[in-house]
Structures are given as structure tokens and as C-alpha cells.
């Protein structure tokens, strides 16, 4: 007789959400599904408002990633101006996106995971947080709420507010960046760089003792698709979509973004209110791909930045073979050669004399009535998609959210963890904080909740057939 | 050349506002006597250099002897007036009147050109509302896109009449107007014709000057872009006063 256990909702990720497993009658996990709890309704009410509206309305999708939304609409908007924004407008804009993957990634190791990584996955709830870490080693602590904030304290300088800045607008920036502004952004860096190296040293030496956790967590055969820049470099912000197979080959190389419409679809499934992105020509489910750090850094030949190059060509030694490294607890991994890559790359871009250029700004009206804005988001490819009718008003709207992409891989990488962990005959917080953590590799953001860290209540029953429970595991808010 | 008025003959009253002991010409309105005085008193209809609506209520007062509140726009001053802006009583209706122009339309500040210079939001602001106690109506007013500079957002409109006002007594030209009534009133352009299509329109831009709101904004404007210069209309009224 089947039974089902619902972990509802799952806890130190960005959002609500609900995971439930369907046991067969000898207590083996038959099926998992990860449901998207909410409904927001971005793509309908948007319609009918002025695009120049858009990259606000969009940003307020999230308060943890508000910078992706604004860059992506702002390219959308760009592309229904018809322009190609001022170089110095675009450098600024790399460097905001920078600064927000650097906050997001600190967030989702420091805040979100480390206290998994750090305290164990069976260690007491009540103390698997922010704050058992600070009990723990109050220096990584401080460190990462450090890192976080240089992040943020980034995003304030270039955009006058740490949340939902609205500097970026359609066809640029809006003002040009002081040279007060750049030496204060270029005064923090080498902290961050230092705290950054510091973190990726001491997880490279953890890494070995989760070997288990990294045989489990999402190892099956994906694509991998993200931006690459012309030469095949990382890229966060421009560039061209390569997506490669589990084996490492090359499936689509130098796609313009413009282009996705054609490589990707979007499925629908009634469990959940996230849409299941495919890759079209491999048909639906069969087309599932990953997006994200992993599959930036398994896509990306280099990254261009010095430490962050030796970092990847250590993250490639973490699969045995030549091809991607397909376990998807090493997201944490890959977040971490992020960040000294974002932090190498805001160095470098702030040093440049052009970025104090004036000219940071192109005029003009919409003079196309579709546009396409694709931008890497610190959880994957983000896209937005927008047409307007001749007034300039929305009346179509198509966004593929970076969490979307990684929505068949999270739903596999939960059934193979439950696989593993999970007796359905009697339960374990520990075995479902597994299954929890997991998901918080692919650090998906649902929603701008991000209050949901570690205090949210989680209640666990074990039924069987008759709906009598069996078995409870209760943690109070 | 410049423009030479005639003294009118008015008489001086004395009156007391807030305690203040006062003197104003007789031909004053009690918010005019406010603003040379420095008293805050909130308004939105209300704006100098236009005629008197008295529509938005908020500039009620309470006067010695009334037994009802009085529109400080509305109302001359008297011998001997003695005026209170500021009461408890006042501020909960001042309070729960810009709550009702918030529950009515869409007025969400952060996604709006002009964030951060909106009278509506600073009267907010200057009045507690940190949230609104009544049910939003959320109901969705097609945006006038048509106009070649300027953009009427329906959603963000307050229903002051200033646009209506400048383009008849200023301009000349008559464009705007109102039409319906209650919560499905609204300005419209010649006989509710898209405004691209007003053949009466001058794109002078007056009315999206004095709009209060982001509900008259420039075309091309992003989130929080739209400042309004308002400091052409008491000259342009004074000129065509002296006429």
C-alpha cells in the first residue's frame, strides 16, 4: 500500500516549497516530487503597463536576486529600443552583476548550506543555522556575513540602495560612476578576495569527507547549458549559449540568446506552479538540463581571471574522467570559484579608466515590437521576453527564471537522494534534511521570501493507506 | 516691458490660526494665508495659480463657531476667524482620506516614474499611512500610451482636475475633461478620444507639470526619472491676471 511524506515546506532555501515522496509497500521510495507552493502571476499582470516599467515590476520577483531581473528586463528593454548601450554602461552593468552574484553565492553557502556542511546533516535542527555556524567557528561566520555584505554594500554605491536599485535603466545606467564611488568599491575587494580564497581552501579539504553525499546528490546524465562569451570564457552577463551532453560534447554552440526560443520549451506539470523548461529537440521529459554554477563551469573552457583559473581546472579533477562533473553537490563548489572569479573580475573592471566615462546612456523609443533580454543569474540563465504593441504598452510576456531551468534536475536529484537516505519504514530528521539539502544545492529561489532560513516550522507524517499515521517528525518555528 | 498691477482696494482682517495671531486681505482663502505663513496644510487639489475645486478635502480645517470642517481652499478669511489645521480629528480624516485614494487605484510608489517626487506619496508620508486599512479595489485602467510625448496612466490618477484646469485657464486649449461618475470617473482627452488622436492638444506639457502623480509623465521616463517643475504656472497666472 503506498504511502506518501511530505516535507512541507523545505526549509533554508529562497521561497515556499514542498517536497513529498510516494513510498510502495516495502518502504522504498516509488516517486518524489518537488512542488512550487506559490503563484505570483508576474506574466499576466504585467501586460498592458509601459515596457520602461518593466525592469521594476520584474525585479520585485525577488528581494535576493532583484539585480538579474533588472539586467535581464533592462536588455529586454534595450533590444525593443533597437540600441547598443554606451561600453562604459555596459562594464557598470557587469559590475553590479557581479557584485549580486557575489552577495547570492555568499548567501547560499554561508547562510543557506554551511550549516549542513559544518554541523552535519544529523545534527540537532534547532541548531542547523546561521547561528549554530557562528556558535560553531564564529570567524567563517563573520566572514561570510562579510562577504555578503561587500556584495551588497556594491550594489548601493553603483545603484543607491542595496534592494531593488533602479539605476539600470533602458539603453544604459542612468548616472555615470564617480571616482570617489570606484575607490571606495576598490577598497573592499581585497578583503573579499582574501575571504574567498580562505573558504574555497578549507572546502577544498572538506570535500573528500562527503564523498557519499557527492555519489547521491543529483548524479544523473544531464545537459549542461549557460552563456559562454566569444572565446568560450565564463560569462555572467552577454554572450552566446553553448549547452553541453553528460559526456562533455558540444550539443549547441554560439546560440544567440535570441535564439532560445527555439532550443528550449516549457512543459507543465499539475503538481507544481514552476514550469518545467526542456531542451526541444531531445522532446520533454528527455530533454533535462541543469543550468547555474555547475553548468557555467562545465561549459566555460577558462574563466579569464587568474586565481579563478586555477580554481576551475580544480573543479575539473572533481570528476575522474574528462567530462562535466555531473554531481550536483558540487554546486557548492562551483559557487565558490564564482565568487573569486566575480570578485577578480570587479577588480579588473573597476581599474579600467574608461569606467569613469560620462557617456553611460543611448536615448531612444521603442523601435522594435519584441524584445529579448538574457542574463546569467547567480542560480542560471535567466530570460525575459517581452512584446510590446505600437503605444509601447506590454501585451505578451515570457519569463524563464534561472530556478525554472534546474526544475526537472531538482525533481530527479530529490528521487535519487530518497533513494539513498531514505527508510520508509522509519523515519530520520537527518534523512530528510538530506533531502532538503539537495535542493539547496541548486540554491533555488522561489520567490523573495527570504525570510524562510532555518525558523520555519516543518512537519513530516508518515501515513499509511487508511490515512492513519504511522509516524511524525515535528520542528517548531 | 514689465507688467504694471493696479492696487485693488481690499480690507485687512485679523484672524488666529493655530494660535497665531495673523493679518490677511479679505479676498484671501485661508490655505493662501497658510502657505504665506508658513502653516502646513495639506492639499492636492488645491494649487496656486488655478481656480478652486475644493475636491480632494484634504485641506480641511475646523473654524471657531462651525459645527462642520471647512476647505481651507475654499473658504475666505473673516474678521475675527479663529482656525485650527492641526487636531487629532484632522489628521484621522486627512490620514483615511489618502488611504482611500490609495485602496481606489494602483498607486504602488516603488514601480512608478515618479517615485520619490510624488505629492501623493509625500502626503503619505506626512500623514502615517504606513499601510492602508480598506481593501484595494484592484481594478485595472488601461494606460493612454497614444501621445507621441506624454503618457496618462488612469491607475495613478487622483481625480484633482489640475490637468483640466491648466490646459482651460492657462492654456486655452481645453483638452482634458472628466467623465463618468463615482469610482468610474475619469479625465479624458476632447471627447474621450486616444490623446494621440486630440485635435485640440498643443503637447505644451503644462498638465503633465502640475499633475500631482505619476498619473501625466513624460513619455521615455524610467522608474523614478519624472521630477515635475511647477515654477511656470504662478507667473504665467499672474500675466494672464494683469491682462
Known amino acids: 500500500m503506498s504511502r506518501t511524506i ?24 516509488e516517486d518524489a516530487k518537488f512542488h512550487l507552493t506559490q503563484f505570483r502571476g508576474f506574466e499576466k499582470f504585467c501586460e498592458g503597463r509601459p515596457y520602461r516599467e518593466m525592469p521594476a515590476l520584474t525585479a520585485r520577483t525577488c528581494g535576493i536576486c532583484p539585480v538579474s531581473h533588472l539586467l535581464a528586463s533592462n536588455k529586454a528593454c534595450d533590444d525593443l529600443l533597437a540600441v547598443t548601450i554606451p561600453p562604459t554602461a555596459e562594464k557598470l552593468r557587469r559590475i553590479m552583476n557581479l557584485a549580486q552574484l557575489l552577495q547570492s553565492h555568499a548567501l547560499s553557502f554561508f547562510h543557506l548550506s554551511s550549516p549542513d556542511l559544518l554541523l552535519g546533516w544529523d545534527s540537532d535542527p534547532v541548531k542547523r543555522n546561521i547561528f549554530g555556524v557562528m556558535a560553531k567557528d564564529p570567524e567563517l561566520a563573520k566572514q561570510g556575513i562579510k562577504l555578503r555584505q561587500i556584495g551588497q ?36 575587494l581585497p578583503e573579499a578576495l582574501t575571504i574567498a580564497k580562505d573558504t574555497y581552501g578549507l572546502f577544498k579539504t572538506m570535500v573528500p569527507k562527503f564523498k557519499d553525499e557527492a555519489e547521491h546528490f543529483g548524479t544523473m546524465p544531464t545537459l549542461f547549458l549557460s552563456l559562454v562569451s566569444n572565446k568560450g570564457q565564463l560569462e555572467h552577463y552577454d554572450g552566446l549559449i553553448r549547452i553541453k551532453d553528460a559526456q562533455g560534447r ?62 576551475l581546472a580544480e573543479f575539473h579533477m572533481l570528476q575522474e574522467d574528462s567530462s562535466p562533473v555531473r554531481s550536483s553537490f558540487h554546486y557548492h563548489y562551483a559557487r565558490l570559484v564564482e565568487i573569486i572569479f566575480a570578485i577578480e573580475m570587479m577588480q579588473r573592471l573597476l581599474k579600467d579608466p574608461s569606467i569613469l566615462d560620462t557617456r553611460v546612456r543611448a536615448h531612444a523609443r521603442g523601435n522594435r515590437d519584441e524584445g529579448i533580454g538574457v542574463s546569467e543569474a547567480p542560480r542560471g540563465i535567466l530570460m525575459h521576453h517581452y512584446k510590446i504593441d505600437e503605444a509601447g504598452l506590454i501585451n ?46 541548486y540554491d533555488p529561489c522561489l520567490s523573495c521570501a527570504s525570510h524562510a532560513f532555518g525558523q520555519m516550522p516543518l512537519s513530516i507524517e508518515l501515513k499509511d493507506a487508511s490515512g492513519a499515521v504511522i509516524d511524525r517528525l515535528v520542528r517548531d518555528a | 516691458m514689465p507688467i504694471i498691477a493696479t492696487q485693488p482696494s481690499v480690507r485687512v482682517v485679523t484672524l488666529r490660526i493655530d494660535g497665531q495671531d495673523l493679518s490677511a486681505r479679505e479676498d484671501e482663502t485661508i490655505i493662501e494665508v497658510c502657505r504665506e505663513n508658513k502653516i502646513p ?52 480624516y486627512r490620514r483615511t482620506l489618502v488611504e482611500l485614494l490609495f485602496a481606489e487605484r ?59 484646469r491648466v490646459c482651460d485657464e492657462i492654456e486655452g486649449a481645453h483638452t482634458w475633461d472628466v467623465m463618468g461618475r463615482g469610482s468610474d470617473c475619469q479625465v479624458i482627452t ?54
Open chain 1, 396 to 441: 505578451w510576456v515570457d519569463l524563464i527564471i534561472a530556478t525554472g531551468h534546474n526544475n526537472l534536475a531538482m525533481n530527479q536529484s530529490i528521487k535519487q537522494v530518497a533513494d539513498a537516505y531514505v527508510d520508509g519504514n522509519k523515519l530520520s530528521e537527518g534523512m530528510l534534511n538530506r533531502v532538503e539539502a539537495v535542493i539547496r544545492c
Open chain 2, 41 to 92: 496644510i495639506p492639499s492636492l487639489c488645491w494649487m496656486e495659480g488655478l481656480s478652486v475645486v475644493g475636491a480632494c478635502r484634504l485641506c480641511m480645517v475646523e473654524v471657531a463657531g462651525q459645527n462642520r470642517l471647512l476647505a481651507a481652499c475654499a473658504t475666505r478669511v473673516t474678521e475675527g476667524m479663529e482656525i485650527t489645521t492641526n487636531s487629532e480629528k484632522l489628521q484621522r
Open chain 2, 190 to 243: 476632447d471627447l474621450a478620444k486616444p490623446w494621440g488622436d486630440s485635435d485640440t492638444c498643443t503637447s505644451c506639457g503644462k498638465c503633465v507639470q502640475v499633475c500631482p502623480t505619476g498619473a501625466l509623465v513624460k513619455q521615455g521616463t524610467s522608474v523614478g526619472e519624472m521630477v515635475k517643475d511647477q515654477h511656470f504656472l504662478p507667473i504665467l497666472a499672474r500675466r494672464r491676471s494683469a491682462r
Open chain 1, 250 to 311: 558540444i550539443v549547441e554552440d554560439r546560440v544567440p540568446p535570441s535564439d532560445y526560443p527555439r532550443i528550449i520549451g516549457e512543459a507543465v506539470e499539475d503538481f507544481s506552479y514552476m514550469k518545467f523548461p526542456y531542451y526541444k529537440p531531445m522532446g520533454y521529459p528527455n530533454g533535462i538540463y541543469r543550468v547555474g554554477p555547475l553548468a557555467r563551469l562545465n561549459n566555460a573552457e577558462s574563466c579569464g581571471t587568474p586565481f579563478a583559473d586555477v580554481a
Open chain 1, 6 to 29: 511530505s516535507i512541507d515546506p523545505v526549509t533554508r532555501i529562497e521561497g515556499h516549497a514542498r517536497i513529498s515522496l510516494q513510498l510502495a509497500d516495502s518502504g522504498e521510495v
Open chain 2, 106 to 164: 494602483n498607486h504602488v510608489c516603488s514601480v512608478c516614474v515618479s517615485n520619490g517626487h510624488c505629492e501623493l506619496q509625500w502626503l503619505a508620508n506626512s500623514c502615517g499611512v504606513d499601510h492602508v486599512r480598506m481593501p484595494y479595489r484592484n481594478h485595472g485602467y488601461a494606460v493612454d500610451s497614444t501621445h507621441e510625448m506624454f503618457r496618462l496612466d488612469h491607475n495613478r490618477c487622483v481625480l484633482c482636475t489640475r490637468c483640466v
Open chain 1, 153 to 188: 554594500t556594491i550594489i548601493e554605491i553603483l545603484g543607491g540602495k542595496k534592494i531593488h536599485p533602479t539605476w539600470v535603466v533602458p539603453g544604459g545606467v542612468s548616472e555615470p560612476l564617480d571616482s570617489d564611488k570606484r575607490e571606495a568599491m576598490l577598497k573592499m
